[in-house]
């Protein structure tokens, strides 16, 4: 440590660079060897140059004390001897570590990590570094809790990977070292643990390499770019950060650590949305399970005619972290293109099965994903049967085409006109000697049969007319089949 007018600097081998605690600017572990590299230029912009006294200790009651003197290219021990000194260290669980480097050097070893990822599954579930890192942060996430309570008490222990799966419940550093375990477990060659200097306390999260781009593990689904962590999840690449790179090699570990910046990450897919080809597997894989057809005529119904029910997707809250909501799109990539699609697939099958149980097994479904005030939207539309293809011609009459599918074109199909945003409807439109007695209405000019297909036209203007009279000059035009809408189009006056 380091001391200049009553104030201390610990220079420690790991850590968040925040307040008065400084990690080198290089470590490198290996075979019990230990090499820490100090700049000194970073010294003397975090604490300023000068002279310091600096404190080696020796044991708890006695150290070297030597002259530290710092400038922007240089430093220099002088003057060092040996005095008698009270040496206070922080109180530690029985069960724990003093620090994450600790807690990685004393429990990660092979015997460990075996036993981690059997529990885990880690090194069964996938074939690949995507899908071994997706199941590992799902497992985390079903089955580790955050513990507020250690957090309240600012308890400083480190558990090791054993010792968090026995509890159940860990903080953010134990989160950390545990997923780092479980990434070396599963079979990956080398496994990250960045330390953030965050505020008002500093933060720890697991990461991995994929393709050359850090993958953060924090808690919950899903592995995020790192790019992304830092300007979706933190907010700000200005904190500092400190990383230690941990392998398992056949000698033992290794481990290096190193200072960060966050502001030099390279942003790999930087359009922060989800490709639409795979929302499109996410709902061909939900049609398999649910036996339905997937009808992208539905989404008319979903995005014009409001008929569906939804569910809003946001980042996980993260324990020891106060970030604020993120669209769970904003955080895709490309690299787990087959877990979003899947993970997107579930959430359609649950909405599709609570909500719409009657169209499993024979109807038609669709699903929209949009962003949505801070979350991330599904919405999902689905009916009992498979869905007839609906035409549209304008002209100087409006022609509607209805695929028939077994259909009576009178008792079977209806025509409705709503207010925008409004689920009541405004007028209808009816076959020749039919009629609402309850709602405004004009005639059809056809409603016939032909072929495989029923042809319903109205004339534009009268259509028009009807709309600007009752309908305040706008209207949806819903087509519902079987007390279902299976269409649906904006009309105006014009």
């Known amino acids: 440590m380091l001391k200049r007018n009553g104030t201390y600097y610990f220079l420690v081998p790991d850590g968040a660079p925040v307040e008065n605690i400084i990690p080198p600017s290089y470590l490198r572990i290996e075979n019990g060897q ?9 010294l003397a912009f975090t604490i300023g140059p000068g002279t310091y006294d600096a404190i080696i200790p020796l044991s708890e009651d006695s150290a070297i004390v030597c002259k530290f ?14 005095e008698s000194v009270k040496l206070s260290r922080p109180s530690v669980a029985a069960a724990g570590y003093s620090s994450i480097l600790d807690a990685v050097l004393e429990s990660f070893n092979e015997t460990t990590l075996v036993k981690l990822c059997g529990i885990i599954g880690c090194a069964a579930n996938g074939t ?3 899908e071994k890192v997706w199941h590992i942060l799902e497992w985390v996430s079903d089955h580790i809790a955050y513990d507020y309570v250690k957090e309240s008490r600012r308890d400083i222990t480190v558990l090791s990977p054993l010792d968090l799966l026995r509890r159940g419940k860990g903080v953010c550093a134990d989160y950390a070292v545990f997923t780092a375990a479980a990434v070396l477990g599963a079979g990956l060659k080398d496994a990250y643990i960045l330390e953030i200097g965050t505020s008002p306390v500093p933060h720890a999260v697991a990461a991995v390499n994929i393709n050359n781009t850090l993958y953060v593990m924090d808690q919950h689904l899903p592995p995020i770019e790192l790019a992304d962590y830092a300007d979706h999840v933190l907010g700000s690449r200005s904190f500092p950060t400190y990383v230690l790179h941990i392998e398992l090699k056949d000698d033992g570990l290794v481990v290096v650590g190193y200072r960060l910046s966050l502001l030099g990450i390279t942003d ?26 997937p009808s992208p005529q539905l989404s008319t119904v979903i995005q014009i005619g409001d008929a569906y029910v ?19 799109a904003r955080l895709y990539s490309p690299t787990f293109r087959e877990q979003w699609a899947s993970w997107i697939s579930s959430y359609i099958v649950s ?32 009916v009992p049967f498979k869905t007839p293809v609906v035409q549209v011609i304008t002209n100087d009459i409006l022609s509607l085409v209805v695929e028939d599918i077994g259909l009576d074109p009178y008792e079977n199909i209806q025509i409705l006109l709503y207010r925008p945003g409004e689920k009541t409807p405004c007028a209808g439109i009816v076959p020749k000697g039919y009629k609402y007695s309850n709602l405004p209405y004009i005639e059809a000019d056809a409603w016939t049969k032909t072929g495989k297909m029923i042809i319903i036209s ?14 305040e000059n706008n209207a949806v035009l819903n087509v519902w089949v079987k007390d279902r809408i299976v269409y649906s189009t904006l009309l105006g006056k014009e």
């Open 34 to 42: 230990i090499l820490l590299a100090y700049n000194s230029g970073m």
């Open 69 to 82: 003197s710092i400038t922007s290219s240089q430093t220099r021990l002088a003057d060092c001897k040996k």
């Open 128 to 130: 690949n570094s995507a």
């Open 268 to 293: 790999t897919y930087p359009e922060d949305v989800i490709e639409e080809a795979v929302v499109k597997e996410a709902i061909d894989r939900a049609a398999i399970v649910l036996k339905e057809t």
């Open 310 to 328: 939804y569910l809003r997707l946001s980042l996980h809250s993260i324990g020891g972290l106060a970030n604020k909501p993120v669209a769970i």
């Open 351 to 382: 909405l599709v099965e609570h909500y719409y149980s009657e169209s499993v097994d024979g109807g038609s479904f669709w699903a929209v994903i949009r962003d949505e005030q801070g979350a991330t939207v599904i919405k999902v539309y689905a």
């Open 458 to 471: 109205i004339g534009a203007k009268r259509l028009q007319n009807l709309i600007r009279t009752v309908c």
